[in-house]
């Protein structure tokens, strides 16, 4: 029971890191609805249906304050449907504390009309697809979330002109209390817009594309103190970077260490038992019939260990996002330190996670011997590592995810050559010709030390979790009126702005990411950017304050990307190419 109990844990874990961390967001549900059957050639009214999490509400579409998200619907009209109005329901005022003035928000049940002009058809019933996008922000009395789209369609059976089209009784009422006529045109600024005039459609922004004529001198983030940052400006000015454990390094040298890192894990108490074992159920060591075939099992086994490594590697790394995506949801590092937690108390031998007798089970009086077998036994040992690897494995794999999304292509390599580490007594033990250690009291203490190390990691990742979630506890007015004092006081609010002031003057830029259910950000303003000192370093810097409500949509993505920004706040410094 406690195997599979780890094992849901642990694909909990890595399935939050394939999702991009989306726990993290409220979702609402959202239903579309079409009044009825339309005959071509005809207007049709359609609605959706939004209800969000009990205690919580979106942004009107027209909140007060401009620093807030709004709530929009872009509606994706084929080819031949007209979209005539969008009715958007009466905002609510929400008195905040701490707020100058109500906010305009949408309580948690409410929908949102539009009236769409069909096509005239060749006179045949069809369906019509139109796909919607529903962005929102979802906050309660005490802080914002990140904000979130929903993908929904309206299908709509289109009816030829002449046949006779009757309302569907079932969504009547919800019909009823939408006030058709009254709304706006998509992409209007609001219900004033010149009846019948044709939305403008606006090109995706390209934010990233903004900083090629610069040069990134420097990236960080978090809060930082008064020093910490004045070292963050000098080390940038000076070309400094912050170096790390492959800082420097060639790719030979980091896959190099990643390998002995790899080779090492087979001297942990967790695997190197199983050894014997696994030889001997797979028919190889001193069960081979020759050192040849007994080399061949290894080799079949080991190789199995690598693939499973690797495969695992690329799945994560090449569904990871942006970078410090993973990093910076504190619901993954709240499942990383749950996770440790178990594998530490394994190590003192409180929890029994014990794997050894699983593998009796892909074993057969016909089958020993096999190349097949060795190397579906190498994958399941892959899979069921033990306490003492797992905790390795997850490192390297959010390592590499990291190192990768920074344009460093040896990245997917690295999760690969772990298990070729691992792999590599497997067909030297194979062929008979290895001397195993003896298990022993030593063992005893190495598994000891394994687990203080493994719980000191989850009180790590336990507290990045808090700070994390600690971070995300502000009231978002505020965070906004200290942006609005920043920009009073010098500050550009537009990236292509600042950026083109620094060309043109040949400074040098700091911009400042930021959003506001981010409580660092706010933090960050009052204290450390506040100071004199912090100040007089930038009085010759061109200052940006850059708004990512949503790390993950565009065109904050490729910005932060290419900015490498470990999370929020964000700061980079740059300069003007010469």
């Known amino acids: ?24 967001r409220p979702r609402a549900d959202v239903i579309p609805m079409v009044e009825g059957p339309a005959r071509a050639g005809s207007p049709v ?8 999490p009990e205690g919580l509400h979106t942004q009107s579409n027209k909140p007060r304050d401009k620093s807030l998200i709004p709530t929009t619907l872009t509606i994706n009209a084929p080819a031949g449907i007209t979209v005539e109005e969008i009715v958007w329901p009466p905002s609510i005022d929400l008195v905040q504390a701490g707020a100058d003035k109500p906010l305009s928000v949408f309580e948690r049940e409410f929908l949102i009309g539009a009236t769409l002009l069909l096509p005239a058809s060749s006179g045949v019933a ?6 919607v996008k529903l962005r929102y922000q979802a906050c309660d009395a005490n802080l914002c979330y990140a904000p979130a789209t929903a993908d929904v369609a309206w299908v709509i059976h289109q009816l030829p002109a002449s046949a006779t089209a009757a309302p569907d009784p079932a969504h009547a009422r919800d019909f009823a209390s939408i006030k058709f006529g009254t709304g706006e045109k998509p992409g209007s600024p609001g219900p004033q817009a010149a009846p019948g005039a044709p939305a403008t459609p606006q090109a995706p922004r390209n934010d990233a594309a903004l900083l090629d004529d610069f040069t990134i001198a420097g990236t960080d983030g978090g809060y930082m103190g008064i020093s910490r940052f004045l070292e963050f400006v000098r080390n940038a000015e000076a070309g400094v970077r912050k170096g790390g454990m492959f800082e420097g390094r060639g790719p030979i040298a980091i896959l190099l260490l990643v390998l002995v890192g790899g080779l090492a894990l087979n001297l942990t108490p967790c695997v190197l038992p199983m050894i014997p074992i696994n030889l001997a159920i797979i028919g190889a060591g001193a069960q081979a019939q020759s050192r040849g075939r007994g080399f061949l099992l290894g080799s079949a086994y080991g190789a199995a260990m690598a693939v499973v490594y690797g495969i695992l590697g690329l799945v994560v790394i090449l569904t990871a996002g942006t970078f410090g995506t993973i990093n910076s949801s504190p619901w993954f590092n709240l ?12 190590m003192f031998d409180l929890l029994l996670i014990d794997f050894s007798k699983y593998s009796t ?10 190349v097949l077998l060795a190397f579906t036994m190498g994958a399941v040992a892959a899979l069921l590592a033990g306490a003492c690897v797992a905790p390795v494995v997850i490192q390297v794999v959010l390592f590499s995810s990291n190192l990768y999304a920074t344009g460093t292509k040896i990245a997917l390599a690295l999760p690969f050559f772990l298990g070729i580490g691992m792999a590599i007594p497997w067909p030297i033990a194979g062929a008979g010709i290895a001397a195993l250690p003896k298990p022993g009291m030593w063992m005893v203490r190495v598994k000891q030390a394994f687990g203080v190390f493994i719980l000191a990691t989850a009180a790590y990742y336990g507290y990045q979790s808090y700070s994390l979630f600690a971070n995300r506890w502000v009231d978002p007015t505020a965070v906004a009126s200290s942006v609005q004092e920043q920009l009073k006081s010098g500050w550009y609010s537009s990236l292509a702005d600042g950026l083109a002031v620094a060309k043109r003057e040949r400074k040098p830029v700091l911009i400042d990411v930021w959003a506001t259910w981010c409580k660092n950000c706010l933090t960050m303003d009052r204290t450390t950017l506040a100071s004199d000192e912090v100040k007089a370093a930038l009085s010759g810097y061109v200052k940006i304050k850059y708004q990512a409500e949503d790390p993950d949509a565009q065109p904050a993505r490729d910005l932060l ?9 964000a700061y980079a410094i740059l300069k003007p190419k010469s």
């Open 1 to 24: 029971m406690i195997v599979k109990r780890f094992l849901v844990l642990a694909f909990i874990v890595l399935g939050t890191v394939a999702g991009h961390a989306q726990l993290a």
């Open 45 to 52: 009214r359609v609605a959706l249906k939004v209800t969000v």
């Open 126 to 131: 069809e369906d019509l697809t139109v796909p």
């Open 335 to 346: 499942g990383i330190a749950v996770l440790f937690v178990v594998l530490g108390l394994a």
């Open 361 to 370: 089970r892909f074993t057969g009086s016909g089958s020993r011997g096999s």
């Open 561 to 569: 990307q290419r900015l490498s920004a470990p999370g929020l706040p």
